[in-house]
């Protein structure tokens, strides 16, 4: 019998389903819109008929698939309430029962949820790179700058569920208004978007309309286009490379001082970049770091696969359920 | 029988150590010299017959007492190896195996070791006002800023035995120099001599030579005399308090956005100053954070005693130990 499990990825636009089996290994996946109508029972159905759809695409292949339970990452999602609360950029408004509602149509499965980038961590503690790690935090870096922390071999939820929310830790005081409406946060420097204002900050400072990404409006330029112009040796692009690394590497000292971590993994789009990113981020890490902890901690590059990431990482969450029982 | 618990806290100048009952309350206690001359069999010589003494004069007054083991708060304390490890200042040089040392005189005791903000936390957890409490933090305020982290009931000590150190974390990139080396730590500005510098900065800007504080060198003003001069209604002493609250604040914000605590308490010097420094703290740690944790967040001073929190807090490692073992 093949143990598995199922990880549901809620995104703002998409939501994306898979099974995946205990190495971490996709093995069918299916992806539908995550609604705009606001109408949570009817994206559970869509949910729940997709999910069917899948066991009985994997039942058709293989007869002898055990699913164990449905992990779930979301925005907001509360790992201790089961809920989706006030997540920004869904359509579903206040706090949604998630879990409670799956479970009406998934009755004999583990059900669980948590933010993505928590799901992320527990990916790479499952079946990643972190394997066999107590302490380790999990950046994750794109449209937001999301973070999982680990003590102990258990991820951190705090109080009320919503531990780890390092991206909106003060970088800068006074600095870039971020999006959650306070100025200064790491999201509005190491984030997608947030490397874009850098390379922008860089060519007014120094008029630099000669660089390849003077050609792209505030609007359409994006970190990809940065990485690519930084491999033509551009100057802005190496340099915002520099300056996201040197920024995020003071954020990383502070993870340290808090947590004293084996290791920090850094994940998403802007990270593909590797030692543009990886180099600068270490060096100043190690700069702001006290005596005691220097030349101690690993910054290494997620081992989760970019595309199946996510749903991978809210699969391990059913795993770490069953291991946490 | 009446179980009781030996606190040790070593300190730069002086060391301090008591018995304590299971309520918290010293029973007695003495103080010794911590050495200048670095010889560490001679000074765990100078414990063991202060431990010895303290346990004979309770023994007269209470012949059923048990001592069921020693707890250690020391700088740079180690939990894992028992180690106080590159203190730099105490006259002991590299990694002192404290725990052992003691151990030789001390077989039959549960013997545990961690840095004196550590050991105010746990002091907080098994005496004070973070009884029952799973995740909350402690900050200490004195010489320098202290910070013990505890999460889901356990304290958070990291690989290597010293998460925590939330004094080094960025408060301004730059700033003042901090007593580590690194410019613009939170401890250059939220501890004792912080709010000294505080105070310099606010009568150098606005040329204040009316300020009561005017009168004092940069060498002896100290957060007593400014608190004074706060009751006094002298408006640097005010602004002083004001800002170091608006400083903190910032700071409490991330360690929330880490940690999600239940509860931040504030112990030492500086806090007794109640609202000069809570107020602004509180408003500005809610103006700081994300919607979602807005006004759930208790900033409370510490409910162990000033003049024993340090022994009281050693002495609570020794609950800690036998609660989780």
Chains 1, 2 share one sequence.
């Not at 003077?214 to 802005?236: P, R, W």
């Not at 490379?241 to 802007?270: C, N, R």
């Not at 030349?295 to 990431?309: E, R």
């Amino acid at each position: 019998m093949k143990k598995t499990a199922i990880g549901i990825d809620v995104g703002g636009t998409n939501t994306a389903i898979g099974i995946v089996d205990q190495d971490g290994k996709v093995m069918v996946k299916k992806t539908i819109k995550t609604p705009s109508h606001g109408d949570i029972k009817l994206y559970i159905a869509d949910i729940t008929l997709a999910v069917r759809e899948l066991i009985r695409s994997i039942s058709l292949v293989n007869n002898d698939i055990k699913i164990l339970g449905i992990g779930i990452g979301a925005p907001n999602g509360n790992y201790y309430s089961g809920t989706i609360e006030y997540a920004p950029n869904l359509s579903f408004k206040g706090v949604i029962h998630f879990v409670d509602l799956l479970k009406e149509n998934f009755s004999d499965l583990i059900i669980s949820i948590t933010n993505d980038a928590n799901a992320a961590a527990i990916g790479e503690m499952v079946y990643g790179g972190a394997k066999g790690m107590k302490n380790f935090v999990m950046y994750t870096l794109g449209t937001g700058v999301g973070s999982g922390l680990v003590v102990d071999g258990k991820l951190v939820y705090g109080n009320d569920g919503f531990a780890g929310e390092c991206g909106h830790t003060m970088l800068i005081p006074g600095g870039r208004l971020c999006g959650c409406g306070t100025r200064g946060h790491l999201e509005a420097y190491c984030s997608a978007p947030g490397m874009k204002r850098t390379a922008f900050e860089i060519m007014v400072r120094d008029n630099r309309t000669d660089s390849l990404l003077a050609n792209k409006s505030f609007k359409e330029l994006d970190s990809k286009m940065i990485f690519d112009a930084a491999e033509k040796g551009d100057e802005v692009a190496l340099e915002t490379f520099k300056l996201t690394g040197k920024w995020l590497g003071q954020a990383l000292a502070d993870t340290v001082h808090y947590l004293s971590p084996e290791a920090i993994f850094l994940f998403g789009g802007p990270t593909a970049a590797g030692d543009y990113i990886f180099k600068p981020a270490k060096e100043s890490m190690e700069a702001h770091l006290l005596p005691i902890f220097k030349n101690k901690i690993d910054l290494l590059p997620s081992k989760l696969k970019a595309g199946d990431a996510a749903i991978v990482g809210a699969s391990a969450l059913v795993w770490q359920e069953i291991n946490n029982n």
